[in-house]
């Protein structure tokens, strides 16, 4: 039989069969490689695979095989230094909800995270939660940052989950549609979650007052049915974002504003640091490119960490 894995927990996978869309409490038969990629979960929410159902344990099942991925969206594994952790697989897009209040998200984790996406051709769209918390000077600042990355391709929303501001229009982009939903602990995943399908009543939690940091409340990724054909993919929040498998020659390709002057730089191997004749750095300076978007270029490009 065929299914999707749609909740991972370590060594047991469940999986919906696509016949009948019964759910299975499946185990790998034997240890799966991925080449050329040191993962810490052989199998990720999304895969497909092929499974059979052990006659002995009524519901269990087998997974036999996983079917190549068209894409997929990785991180630095947080407990096996040299591993990556795949958080989803065979997605439709991405969004990564994001907040300017409490608490902040940084330019360099959202530029990391639509690095990642470029690199797997996953169409990133950023979605600004907790509206209900921003004054007239922070709304003024959310457009500011709205008009950053718009100008780079990047499709942007502004919702509230308490208020149901602008859910509507995130429900539009979910539609018929396999969606990763990402971000920091305490951004509102779940709280956005519960507005959008009420019926699933997600855990959610509030913000440390001593950390002004998301509390974990989601402890496994899974698949949520929003409705018949389309599909939310629930995550644990991100700490950090370390980029995985990009190596820094590449690294400007995957970000637009950059990619689209590569062949205009004097030399062909310009790192676009302080290289003569470099057309990226030329448009920083005449303010074509945002700073700091640079700026996370920059941070990448050093390997340096950026948690917030």
Same mark, same amino acid.
């Given at each position: 039989?065929?299914?999707?894995? +749609? ?10 069969? @696509? ?8 185990? $790998? ?9 040191? +993962? ?15 006659? %002995? ?7 036999? @095989? ?18 990556? @952790?795949? +958080?989803?697989?065979? $997605?439709? %897009? ?10 902040? *998200? ?7 995270? $639509?690095?990642?996406?470029?690199? =797997? ?5 950023? !979605? ?5 918390? =921003? ?5 003024? =600042?959310?457009? %500011? ?11 942007? $929303?502004? #919702? ?9 229009? +995130? ?21 956005? &979650? ?30 949520? /049915? !929003?409705?018949?054909? *389309? ?6 929040? &991100? ?24 062949? %205009? #730089?004097?030399?062909?191997? #310009?790192? @676009? ?6 057309? /990226?750095?030329?448009? /920083? ?24």
């Amino acid at each position: 039989m065929t299914g999707t894995v +749609v909740k991972s927990t370590g060594s047991w996978y469940i999986v919906r069969d @696509h016949a009948t869309l019964a759910l299975h409490r499946c185990r $790998l038969r034997g240890k799966f490689k991925h080449k050329g990629l040191k +993962v810490s979960n052989p199998l990720a929410v999304g895969d497909v695979v092929t499974f059979s159902v052990e006659e %002995q344990t009524e519901g269990a099942g087998v997974i036999d @095989h996983i079917e190549p991925r068209r894409n997929y969206i990785i991180r630095r594994s947080v407990h096996k230094t040299e591993h990556a @952790h795949i +958080v989803a697989a065979n $997605l439709d %897009q991405a969004l990564l909800v994001v907040t300017l209040a409490s608490p902040a *998200t940084s330019f360099g984790f959202i530029d990391r995270f $639509l690095v990642t996406a470029e690199a =797997y051709s996953i169409p990133a769209t950023l !979605v600004f939660n907790k509206l209900d918390l =921003y004054d007239e000077e922070l709304l003024d =600042y959310l457009g %500011q940052v709205q008009k950053m990355y718009e100008r780079i391709g990047y499709p942007t $929303l502004r #919702c509230s989950a308490e208020t149901g501001e602008g859910l509507a229009d +995130v429900e539009v982009l979910l539609d018929s549609k396999t969606t990763l939903l990402s971000g920091h602990s305490g951004v509102g995943k779940s709280t956005l &979650i519960n507005a959008i399908v009420p019926d699933l009543d997600l855990k959610t939690d509030e913000i440390s007052e001593y950390s002004d940091k998301g509390k974990h409340t989601t402890t496994y990724a899974e698949m949520l /049915v !929003v409705r018949p054909g *389309t599909y939310l993919i629930d995550t644990p929040g &991100i700490k950090e974002l370390a980029l995985v498998d990009i190596r820094p020659g590449e690294l400007a390709h995957f970000f637009p504003e950059m990619r689209e002057r590569l062949n %205009q #730089c004097r030399y062909h191997n #310009c790192r @676009h640091v302080e290289e003569p004749g470099c057309a /990226v750095h030329e448009a /920083v300076e005449k303010g074509k490119i945002a700073m700091p978007r640079y700026e996370s270029y920059l941070s990448m490009l050093a390997g340096e960490d950026n948690r917030r």
